[in-house]
């Protein structure tokens, strides 16, 4: 399948950096990262080879509820959005803070 370079640019939002997301990294050799909630697995995949230049072998995606949230009186509701979990091939990596202030 081939994808306009255009659209790859647009499918990954941000890395997702938590506790978890580290905890995740470290044991699964995966990688989270939000992304557009019409994203699919294969245009996920191609996006991240095409980023990072790294090999993935396999994705899997979440969709996140929004949280209820109270306004005084009345109730709201955070949007929704999807979770990536990008697994590496074996010896990959990905380093976000590559290239950082030091």
Wanted: some cysteine; hydrophobic content about 40%.
């Amino acid at each position: 399948m081939s994808f306009s370079q255009e659209r790859l640019y647009q499918v990954l939002l941000a890395p997702q950096i938590s506790e978890k997301a580290t905890y995740v990294a470290e044991k699964n050799e995966q990688v989270i990262f939000k992304v557009a909630s019409d994203a699919t697995k294969p245009e996920i995949k191609a996006a991240v080879e095409l980023l990072f230049k790294v090999e993935v072998d396999s994705v899997q995606v979440a969709n996140v509820k929004g949280k209820v949230k109270r306004f005084g009186r009345s109730t709201g509701r955070r949007k929704g959005w999807k979770k990536a979990f990008v697994c590496l091939k074996a010896g990959q990596e990905i380093n976000f803070v590559e290239g950082g202030a030091a």
